[in-house]
């Protein structure tokens, strides 16, 4: 079965960096797209950012210029680089990846666990 491991989260001062990351494990699956969305305390999730299989990524506007998203295909890894941390960048940090499992036959959207991330000012 395939599952995706977020790590990374924490408590940072306002200015501050984190990097998150996600790791795809299990057998027989090709990953496509990835992207990082996040749930703010009584607010909708908000998509952050994306990337292609081929990289190209796209920003959320409240997060460019701030937040890089990278993957390592190798790997089936994406990371979410995030500098500048304001405190209204806190939230709760999910992880997703449309996937080809095998054995399932068909793509699925696959999402972490969340990992919190709590920017103080």
């Known amino acids: 079965q395939v599952q995706l491991v977020e790590s990374g989260g924490g408590l940072v001062q306002a200015g501050g960096s984190l990097r998150l990351s996600c790791a795809a494990s299990g057998s027989a699956f090709t990953i496509n797209d990835m992207a990082w969305y996040r749930r703010a305390p009584g607010k909708q999730r908000e998509l952050v950012a994306t990337i292609g299989i081929g990289g190209s990524t796209n920003y959320a506007a409240s997060v460019k210029g701030r937040f890089t998203i990278s993957r390592d295909n190798a790997k089936n890894t994406v990371s979410l680089q995030m500098n500048g941390l304001k405190p209204e960048d806190t939230a709760v940090y999910y992880c997703?990846?449309?996937?080809?499992?095998?054995?399932?036959?068909?793509?699925?959207?696959?999402w972490g666990q969340g990992t919190q991330v709590t920017v103080s000012s």
């Open positions: 997703n990846a449309d996937i080809l499992d095998y054995r399932r036959g068909s793509w699925t959207g696959y």
